[in-house]
């Protein structure tokens, strides 16, 4: 596998779809979110990637059957007025430079060929400490976008110049803006600790809330358990794993 | 050499043959077994693998000549009703991500070719603490598979969420599921601080039995001193070539 | 994106214009000076560069919009017989070692295109510890540049062999010499621990002497503090998204 | 320059030619010895290499002009019956994985040219302690070159399995081999701390009696001490333009 394959599992019809994107990242806040609304709103597979740039690795279920590594995309059509769905989940981000330009311009490749004019990039805002109350911060291609989460409730850091966004979601946004597509990124504050799943429920409430979209909240604690496990479980297979002896994957640091 | 080189030396023909990887992981256990499978049952070398994307270095051998790092598939046509056998063994994996990629993919076209239907994935998982009595780990691409291991005494990780494989033996598993083959991996429990021979022979036991082919164990703990000691100098060669000057392959963070 | 994206936003005609780079890199004093002479001399934007070589990230704006990670170019027509000059300034250098090389190409074709002979090159001389009164150290592709830039008071480390300049910069020397380009490296004296207004307006005072054109420094000190604010800003939110959790962007060095 | 470039700067014409290999590694020593013979045969420059693999970096000579990266193949008509020598010398290995594999392939490409029949590739072997009287180490294609070098005094690691050669020397001896063609690695036993001047010395004492060709010594203590300062200056200048700051080129592992 040279490039990064795009499997179409099935055709869908949608209308001026919105995408939502959430993938791994701090706190896993955006993960959380995408897996939890893709369960809840029933939404359909109808799209996987699998790339070179992923961690050539693949996770182990608890059936001990395996998933390769991969992203999807899940389509869900709204119900009575709601906005049609289109929501990009997965395992891991990209492990090279490269990588992460080349997964988000397909990404965005694929909203356009949707019709797709808004993407909502889902993550978190890590702040080192132990938050009591979570908060949702945004960051917008436009004025008009960031004025309009604000009437959301979305904080933005006001007369703070820099900051940034790294990964896909930081692209989603830049990459994007180069194609006239609205995008904008809600960030549950969290520690970065842990699986969050008081982040998650904030970034939850408030897209909801833009979307007109009932997403039921119950299982958002249970599925962060779990997903708190599954991670604890991969750090622990990945220090298993280490190659410490000659024949693993060290850094090549040794010229003769 | 921009490109990775597959080198048929020889041709032969199978019969529906199982495919075995043993390369370089935790423990060597996978790498123990599989060149102690080659060399027991007399296998003939059928094609050499090189490849940019293995680490740019020769072994020394003992006679003072070297060899280039490669990967190399070995056929033996069963006897008595045993199955036929591709076994991979090879000096390194990949350096780099999409390397990982690119070798299991080359491993599974010679699959294919082959008219492979199985592959068995070897190697270690790694628990960090001294073993006294090991035992065999397994994951596998479907649940009959599954349960048909289960009564090989492999043992599945019940109710537990989570976890991975990385490398080959990885990709293996993902990307052969994907092209519809049945892939297995059996990993010897070993503490992953040694070239561990109890790991390696539980492994070899219970993939002799399910191959109903006998192989001699004796060697193996010969074979595995062997191959601690080899590791060992690898290891020693490595530091003592460490490129403390300028001019050596430092990681270019200095810019201006 | 699989390639480098150069976007040319305005067709502009110069006469022999002078090429000066401002990326960022020791103290940010190339920065400062290119981002400062953009802004006093009313520069207009010509180019934009992006790169899947840069780091996939975007910046975030006091305005809670965002900037995607990229270079740019200003042109800026001389007045009263100064220069016509092409300004090459941007947020980030290339991540990767193939990018440096590629990036520093594609500013020598642009050069070459605008009929650029001459082009100064903008930086920092890290000492590592602070500087009272700062000067201005010197490289360049000829003897006889070397000879004209003592004139203006650059300063050559005599009789020392060695050293050397990496990134952007260095490569805009050594591969501007390729191809019979004049290329002169400017590099103002500093700590390298902050971004440094004194070592930035020293170099601005030798280059305005160079280019005969008069730039007002006044903005400079302030310009560096916003700076230094930004940076700070940026290193907070790279610390913050950090990936501790698995599905993070960590080296692979788990093979099995 | 997204490839690597070759200038063939003369032709000349060669008589079954000799390759000798002496690139920045262990202790400098294949370097030196190398550039010193380049210096004393008064051999003339043929090839200049230039590369996207190689450290984005100019080196800045005494007089303040600069020397890109680049590797340098030179050519000397034997004398009284001595053979005809190309000689590879260089600033830096190949900072990337593929690029040692690319580079060495060019190597191999010119040697063959030229119908080389043998390659010394020179190193050092470093045992991480000061070492009183040096001595010569090698490794070779075949056993016949093997038991030829022990004639010449180089010794060889009996019944020691292991080890290996990484870099530019070992491909030369791995890929050479897959060639036909016979290559022997010559390594000076040093500490690798230093620019060893003994450890060259013998290397060069040995090549001359296999060779038949005298190289007066007498400099070669100087230029070791010479070498010593510029790498010396260039770490010097490696950590002064260390970018502590963001904006500069730091791993990227923060995924949001």
């Known amino acids: 596998m040279k490039e990064t394959l795009v499997f179409r599992i099935k055709d869908v019809d949608l209308t001026d779809p919105i995408m939502i994107e959430g993938l791994p990242g701090v706190g896993h806040v955006g993960k959380l979110v995408a897996d939890h609304m893709v369960e809840e709103l029933h939404a359909e597979k109808i799209i996987e990637i699998y790339s070179p740039h992923f961690p050539p690795q693949v996770m182990v279920k608890e059936d001990g059957t395996i998933k390769q590594v991969k992203n999807e995309i899940y389509a869900r059509r709204g119900q009575n007025g709601e906005p049609d769905l289109l929501i990009i989940i997965g395992d891991y981000q990209s492990a090279t430079n490269e990588g992460h330009y080349e997964l988000t311009s397909i990404f965005l490749d694929i909203a356009e060929s949707y019709k797709v004019r808004r993407i909502y990039a889902l993550g978190g805002y890590g702040t080192g400490q132990f938050v009591d109350k979570s908060s949702v911060m945004g960051a917008a291609t436009s004025i ?92 622990e297979m990945e220090r298993a794993q280490s190659p410490f002896e000659a024949g693993g994957d060290e850094d090549l640091r040794y010229i003769g």
């Open 144 to 235: 008009e976008l960031v004025e309009e989460m604000k009437t959301q409730g979305v904080l933005f850091q006001e007369n703070e110049p820099g900051g940034g966004i790294i990964g896909v979601s930081g692209l989603l946004l830049g990459l994007g803006a180069l194609r006239g597509l609205d995008v904008i990124c809600l960030m549950g504050v969290t520690s970065g600790y842990l699986v969050d799943p008081k982040a998650a429920s904030e970034v939850l409430r408030v897209l909801s809330g833009i979307l007109g979209i009932e997403v039921g909240m119950h299982a958002l604690e249970e599925r962060a358990k779990e997903m708190e496990k599954i991670i604890g479980k991969l750090q």
